[in-house]
């Protein structure tokens, strides 16, 4: 069974960092796509937005483009793990994180990775509260 699990969430003071993992289990296939997305308070599952993604075998990265420069997305494909370093945090970056494997199209990164619903499967999503 494919699960994802994303964790390292908490509560931080503005400015602080944290770094969220995303462990991708019972997959054994090499090419897969991860992409992080937000859920902030008071929005809707369906209204997640989109912080960025990393393709495994292209090793295609992109990000929404007003956290370029604070966010970082990396991964350990021998590990299958994907993180996500937030720097500089703000307060309106207190969401609850979710991160999104897309096992079929190894090129969906560079091609339409801002859409939620092309991903098939979601970990349970970890919270991040940013304090002033």
């Known amino acids: 069974e494919v699960q994802l699990q994303a964790s390292g969430g908490g509560l931080v003071q503005a400015g602080g960092s944290l770094r969220l993992s995303c462990v991708l289990s019972?997959?054994?296939?090499?090419?897969?796509?991860i992409g992080w997305f937000r859920q902030a308070p008071g929005k809707t599952r369906e209204g997640v937005s989109w912080?960025?993604?990393?393709?495994?075998?292209?090793?295609?990265?992109y990000y929404e483009d007003s956290l370029k420069g604070r966010f970082t997305i990396s991964s350990d494909n021998a590990k299958k793990t994907v993180y996500l370093q937030m720097n500089n945090l703000k307060r309106e970056d207190t969401a609850v994180y979710f991160c999104?494997?897309?096992?079929?199209?190894?090129?969906?990164?560079?091609?339409?990775?801002?859409?939620?619903?092309?991903?098939?499967?979601w970990g349970q999503g970890t919270q991040v509260t940013v304090s002033s």
């Open positions: 019972g997959f054994t296939g090499d090419d897969y796509v």
């Open positions: 912080v960025g993604c990393i393709g495994s075998s292209d090793r295609s990265i």
């Open positions: 999104a494997a897309d096992l079929s199209n190894p090129y969906r990164c560079q091609d339409s990775g801002s859409y939620s619903n092309g991903y098939n499967y």
